[in-house]
């Protein structure tokens, strides 16, 4: 429901940069049969079928209205099916998540270690308990204990060894299996990452000139990524630890006349501490995402893919660079822990502890429990997705959503579309959108008015979709799928509430709407 079809278009408007963002032409539905789609012809036909013969075979014991009420209430589901959509997804969809939201998912996940020998361990003593089940089957010479009963003793020792599957713990929550030390990170079977941070460069104060030659730069990044590449631009703001904090606006001194200067400059950044924001630091993160048979094939194609994205960074005038496992582990934990707890980790520590990864980053506990909100550790949290509804993005919404004083992880999720498969989509479109104008002329004429007279949403979706066909096929433009996520951390309830009306506000003022991913947190 999140994602937004944006053309990487370089605007200037007030001598500001902005990227265009077409009409959602995913609502434009086709039409099969009787100005009904695909999906409606299939429920309405079911609802037909199961309802009508049900309404004659009750009515012969029962008076009309009652068999009417009867066939109404068995057919509604399947006109919710066919009709209801809640941000893009159909009833079933939403139902699936209520469901695994309030039934099926771990609720409270705890901080526990799952030890690498203590697992082995519970392995082999699995392993004896069914030897010696076995064992004990063979030494009954009148065979009491059956084949099927010997199974099923197997089959629940070695379910209680492997567990039932679920999340249970805050480690099993974090969504990957392994980190590497020279930063490759294993999402699953054949997915893997690697993390690039990058630093600001001097937007808001360059001329309009070099803010425009920055944004073409940014936009020829997007642009040189295919669709077999996910990119995710993830901008954090949180709380450093204050010792380190303080290292870090430290000036050395170098012994020379100059060391007065260093000092009293020292002091002040000191002193602005004290009454600034308390520690609080952003950071900015584009994280790479491929598929591939094994690490050494992954490595492979990032050396060309990481080395790419520096260059556009350094034509961009930003400071960029790759992340090693720990540097991505500490910026983990940063985001897991926004109070800026201190972060302790080691490679040499994981084979001696029989510890993995996921337990040096982990918050002390995790819980789902309600709909629009959940839990990590004692900060209060609620994910929301940005519904762009503005014709342009201006490149000035992340700033003020960004400005504030509490912690906030925005995240866009962008990967390009395969240029050849975009320019079919929007022709199919095209053709679902010109059969509308003519059922629509048609019924105009039925009526007696004018037949150039049609609805002003159709005459808009149809410009908007050959402007996007003229300006793939003719300009240098591609189509992007983007997912714009906001993430709150607070200290309470009535916080998060606040930051939420706060960023709601921001987001409201470029006409677009955060809006809470309910059952999905």
Same mark, same amino acid.
């Given at each position: 429901p999140c994602k937004k079809p944006v053309r990487s278009a370089l605007r200037r408007l007030d001598k500001l940069a902005y990227v265009t963002i077409p009409k959602d032409l995913t609502k434009v539905k086709s039409k099969v049969l009787f100005?009904?789609?695909?999906?409606?012809?299939?429920?309405?036909?079911a609802a037909a079928l199961i309802g009508v013969p049900l309404f004659f075979l009750l009515r012969r014991t029962a008076s009309n209205s009652a068999a009417a009420f009867c066939m109404?209430?068995?057919?509604?589901?399947?006109?919710?099916?066919a009709m209801y959509e809640r941000h893009g997804q159909p009833l079933e969809v939403v139902a699936g998540q209520v469901i695994r939201c309030m039934f099926l998912r771990t609720k409270e996940r705890p901080y526990q270690t799952n030890n690498f020998y203590a697992a082995l361990e519970r392995q082999a003593q699995a392993e004896k308990e069914v030897k010696a089940i076995v064992q004990k089957a063979k030494a009954r010479?009148?065979?009491?204990?059956?084949?099927?009963?010997?199974?099923?003793?197997?089959?629940? +020792?070695?379910?209680?060894?492997?567990?039932?599957?679920?999340?249970?713990?805050?480690?099993?929550?974090?969504? =990957?299996?392994?980190?590497?030390?020279?930063?490759?990170?294993?999402?699953?079977?054949?997915?893997?990452?690697?993390?690039?941070?990058?630093?600001?460069?001097?937007?808001?104060?360059?001329?309009?000139?070099?803010?425009?030659? +920055? =944004?073409?730069?940014?936009?020829?990044m997007y642009n040189a990524h295919d669709a077999s590449i996910g990119m995710q631009l993830s901008l954090v703001s949180r709380r450093m630890n204050r010792e380190d904090f303080v290292k870090r606006i430290e000036i050395a001194a170098q012994g020379d006349h100059f060391d007065h200067i260093r000092e009293l400059y020292t002091q002040m950044l000191r002193k602005q501490l004290e009454r600034?924001?308390?520690?609080?630091?952003?950071?900015?993160?584009?994280?790479?995402?491929?598929?591939?048979?094994?690490?050494?094939?992954?490595?492979?194609?990032?050396?060309? +893919?990481?080395?790419?994205?520096?260059?556009? =960074?350094?034509?961009?005038?930003?400071?960029?660079?790759?992340?090693g496992g720990k540097e991505w582990l500490e910026m983990l934990h940063g985001i897991l822990h926004p109070d800026g707890e201190r972060f302790a980790f080691e490679w040499s520590w994981l084979a001696p502890s029989?510890?993995?990864?996921?337990?040096?980053? $982990?918050?002390?506990?995790?819980?789902?429990?309600?709909?629009?909100?959940?839990?990590? $550790?004692?900060?209060?949290?609620?994910?929301?997705?940005?519904?762009?509804s503005a014709?342009?993005?201006?490149?000035?919404?992340?700033?003020?959503l960004l400005d504030t004083d509490s912690g906030l992880l925005v995240s866009l999720h962008i990967r390009s579309m395969d240029q050849n498969e975009a320019i079919k989509t929007v022709k199919r479109k095209i053709t679902d959108i010109d059969s509308m104008k003519i059922d629509a002329q048609k019924k105009a004429v039925r009526e007696g008015f004018d037949m150039d007279i049609i609805p002003t949403d159709l005459a808009t979706y149809a410009g908007?979709?050959?402007?996007?066909?003229?300006?793939?096929?003719?300009?240098?433009?591609?189509?992007?799928?983007?997912?714009?996520?906001?993430?709150n951390f607070a200290d309470s309830k009535q916080k998060l509430e606040n930051d939420l009306l706060r960023a709601a506000s921001v987001a409201q003022k470029y006409n677009c709407s955060l809006v809470r991913l309910d059952f999905q947190q």
């Open positions: 100005g009904l789609t695909k999906r409606q012809l299939i429920c309405f036909g109404i209430i068995v057919m509604l589901p399947f006109f919710l099916l010479a009148a065979g009491t204990t059956s084949g099927k009963t010997r199974g099923k003793a197997h089959s629940r +020792i070695l379910e209680t060894a492997r567990g039932d599957g679920k999340v249970h713990s805050a480690q099993d929550t974090l969504p =990957f299996r392994q980190m590497y030390p020279d930063g490759l990170c294993k999402l699953d079977d054949h997915t893997w990452s690697k993390c690039i941070e990058f630093e600001d460069v001097n937007y808001q104060l360059a001329k309009p000139d070099d803010q425009t030659a +920055i =944004f073409e730069a940014l936009c020829d600034g924001n308390n520690g609080l630091i952003k950071t900015k993160y584009l994280t790479l995402t491929i598929e591939a048979r094994d690490s050494k094939t992954a490595r492979a194609r990032f050396s060309r +893919i990481v080395m790419d994205a520096l260059n556009h =960074f350094k034509v961009m005038g930003a400071l960029a660079k790759e992340l029989g510890l993995s990864v996921q337990d040096f980053i $982990a918050p002390s506990s995790f819980r789902f429990g309600e709909a629009r909100k959940f839990t990590m $550790a004692d900060k209060f949290c609620a994910v929301s997705f940005l519904q762009i014709p342009e993005m201006d490149d000035r919404m992340l700033t003020e908007e979709a050959k402007n996007i066909l003229r300006d793939l096929q003719s300009r240098n433009e591609r189509m992007f799928l983007m997912t714009f996520l906001v993430v």
